[in-house]
């Protein structure tokens, strides 16, 4: 080797340079290939994931019900009360004209054939609409969680009637009623238009939604201005010294501390000191808050860094001032990084659970939260409450909840992805 | 071209003997980066309605003298200047001063281009709009005609004065910022070698335009072209290690300069 370096002359056909050179093609080829297997695994992990929540969630999306008419102009309501009328016995009448006679040995379990919730049903849309008081008016009603399981082939009707949940009578009826064509299986609108509630059948997100739009609403008030703000004089206005290198160091440790932690610190100081709500949006937005604001700091000043210097010296060397330097040149263009990071440190606080647990976002609530101050859950921690509940029909729900949040994650990220494209800067 | 032509010399020799009144006079003015001094007590006045060259070698301290100028080195971490340097008789580093006014009364053209990624108009209108110069949009509209024109870039800009700036040629984004420079109506205009990005076409309607906008501004400029200098200034300052070598007008430093190191920096001895 040395001889030939030193006469310049290398004879790159020889054996040995020919297969160097093949060990080093060969050597390219294993990066390349680790890199696919990794891929692979990364990919297939997540097929696996959605696999198996599109698999026991799917039925989540529809819902058997009962197609009932309603003979309500003979019915005994009086139109000044429709609250006060006695829904109940209405409904019953109705549902017992869908097939013969009934025993009265049998009546309740032919009752609870349908969601327990009927009457309520019914109310709800006659006051919404009075003109149905005129005539027969057709109400879907959905069938009981056993009975929902039944019809999407999760409950056999062979094993013996004491291992099951829905009994031989039940069964019969409700062969009677397909028969009648009265069971249909639509897309199930409640999950996302219904709050929570105990049974299953009426059970949906609309709750959990708006609850973590609170949360995130207040988490982005809170964080993205303060962010900001804290970035631009850390990045612009801070002298380097010590003190601010020390807070430098603070905020990439908090941007590592576990959520619980500041779950602690919310349910410490924003319910114990400030006295705010329990499970109230507001005080789990603000927890979210303390957790994304030192990821949007770091984001934001990595940014504003990235801005070349020769854009602050055109603005300076025209007798801008500071402030219209930042807010007229450098802030605008590092906005579309700014705002990639903000939406995927909102995407992260949107599937955060521990902080809402602790300040009681997983409460029970039935309506869903009119503003940041009424109680409600979120979408996190309403799959936690439903992954804890016994009835069958949750385990499906469970796993459609989470494809709903993968959803919103999906779609957050997205946008943050199309804005990056959108906005790119070249220099 | 070639402007030494023995009229330019006879116009030279004329507006320098005029005695022009002192424009920006720095006194005994050090800097130090980080603790490493790079300027040594320099002396130097800059006359008024005059081109003034700082010419030597790489490293020198040019860039480092023109930023202390308008105070572009108060945006460098650990910069320290020392001395004095006055606008008219006022202490440009007197904390009392508004830096903003400062930078508006003695503007920069950098080296690189550096238009805003925006608009044409925009690039030329930012700095009379922050600064309020215009009343309403028809004022600032010609502003903006004037600043282009005076740049030589209007004729070429004014019917695409809504794209980007930064889609221009080499040469126009910096005539850009020339124009962007003059609209705040400055006093003085500090150039870093603002030629050094530019084809020799360029540059010459760059040189061009400081030669006309010698009749409103003071100028001082950076450059590493002995012929731009002596085509250019009137008044010529050599720089060399940081010490200010030795400073005239520019024939005669090109003609019979008084220190060797001057005379061997421009027959290309070093440098
Ligand atoms: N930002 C800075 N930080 C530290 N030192 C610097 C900085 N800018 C310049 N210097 C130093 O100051 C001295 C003078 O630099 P300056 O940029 O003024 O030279 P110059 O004459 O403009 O050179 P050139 O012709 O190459 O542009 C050099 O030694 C340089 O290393
Ligand atoms: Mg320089």
């Not at chain 1, 990919?43 to 039925?59: M, P, Q």
């Not at chain 2, 301290?61 to 008219?88: A, H, P, Q, Y």
């Not at chain 2, 309020?132 to 695409?160: M, P």
Request: proline share 5%; charged share 20%; aromatic share 8%.
């Amino acid at each position: 080797m040395a001889a030939q370096a030193i006469t310049g002359h290398v004879d790159w056909k020889s054996d040995a340079m020919q297969a160097r050179r093949r060990a080093r093609y060969a050597a390219d080829r294993r990066l390349q290939i680790y890199g696919m297997v990794a891929i692979f695994f990364a990919l297939g992990f997540l097929a696996i994931l959605v696999g198996t929540l599109s698999f026991t969630g799917y039925r989540a999306f529809v819902q058997t019900t009962a197609t009932v008419e309603i003979d309500l102009s003979q019915a005994d309501i009086d139109r000044g009360d429709l609250m006060g009328a006695n829904w109940r016995n209405i409904v019953r009448d109705a549902l017992r004209q869908q097939v013969g006679d009934i025993p009265r040995s049998d009546q309740r379990d032919y009752f609870n054939i349908f969601t327990s919730s009927a009457p309520f049903l019914v109310r709800d849309k006659v006051i919404a609409d009075p003109d149905l008081l005129d005539g027969t008016a057709r109400f879907s009603i959905p069938l009981s969680d056993p009975l929902d399981q039944l019809a999407k082939g999760q409950i056999n009707p062979d094993l013996p009637e004491n291992q099951r949940r829905v009994n031989d009578r039940q069964i019969e009826y409700f062969n009677q009623l397909q028969a009648k064509g009265l069971i249909a299986q639509p897309f199930n609108w409640g999950l996302f238009f219904n709050a929570d509630s105990r049974f299953p059948e009426l059970a949906g997100l609309a709750g959990a939604i708006s609850g973590s739009f609170w949360a995130l609403l207040v988490c982005f008030v809170i964080s993205f201005p303060v962010g900001i703000a804290a970035a631009i004089y850390l990045e612009e206005f801070a002298p380097k010294n010590r003190l601010t290198d020390i807070i430098e160091i603070n905020i990439n440790n908090l941007a590592a501390v576990p959520s619980v932690v500041f779950g602690l610190l919310g349910l410490a100081v924003f319910l114990g000191w400030f006295g705010l709500p329990r499970s109230a949006p507001l005080v789990g937005g603000m927890c979210l808050a303390l957790m994304t604001l030192p990821t949007l700091i770091i984001v934001t000043r990595a940014s504003l860094k990235s801005v070349p210097s020769s854009i602050r010296e055109a603005a300076l060397g025209i007798g801008a001032s500071k402030h219209e330097a930042i807010l007229h040149h450098i802030l605008p263009l590092s906005m579309p990084t700014i705002m990639t990071g903000t939406i995927i440190g909102l995407a992260q606080a949107l599937g955060e659970t521990a902080p809402l647990l602790l300040v009681g976002m997983n409460a029970f609530i039935t309506s869903p939260p009119a503003g940041i101050f009424e109680a409600s859950t979120a979408l996190p921690t309403q799959i936690y409450i439903w992954a804890d509940s016994p009835e069958r029909g949750f385990v499906a729900r469970t796993s459609a909840a989470i494809l709903v949040l993968l959803a919103f994650l999906v779609v957050m990220n997205a946008i943050a992805i199309f804005l990056r494209q959108r906005f790119e800067r070249r220099w | 071209m070639n402007m030494l032509t023995d009229a330019a010399v006879e116009q030279k020799l004329h507006s320098t003997s005029n005695e022009a009144a002192i424009k920006m006079r720095g006194k005994d003015v050090t800097v130090h980066y980080n603790g490493k001094q790079a300027l040594f007590g320099v002396n130097l006045d800059v006359p008024e309605q005059q081109v003034t060259a700082l010419i030597g070698p790489s490293g020198c301290g040019k860039s480092t003298f023109l930023r202390s100028l308008n105070r572009m080195n108060d945006t460098i971490e650990g910069c320290r200047v020392g001395g004095e340097i006055t606008l008219d008789g006022d202490d440009v580093y007197d904390p009392r001063i508004d830096v903003v006014e400062l930078r508006a009364r003695v503007g920069m053209v950098f080296q690189k281009p550096n238009p805003f990624p925006k608009s044409i108009y925009e690039n030329v209108a930012y700095g009379p709009r922050i600064h309020g110069i215009a009343r309403n949009k028809s004022e600032l509209d010609q502003i903006v005609e004037s600043s282009l024109e005076k740049a030589a870039l209007w004729s070429e800009v004014k019917d695409r004065l809504n794209e980007p700036g930064t889609g221009l040629s080499g040469g126009q984004q910096q005539r850009l910022c020339i124009a962007r420079a003059i609209a705040v109506s400055p006093e003085v205009i500090l150039m870093d070698e603002p030629c050094s990005a530019l084809d020799p076409i360029a540059t010459a309607k760059v040189e061009e335009l400081i030669d006309e906008l010698r009749e409103n501004y003071t100028i001082v400029i950076v450059t590493h072209s002995m012929q731009q200098a002596a085509r250019v200034s009137q008044r010529t300052a050599m720089f060399h290690l940081g010490y200010l070598v030795e400073e005239g007008a520019t024939d005669k430093m090109f003609t019979n300069p008084d220190d060797k190191r001057t005379q061997d920096y421009i027959t290309g001895r070093f440098g």
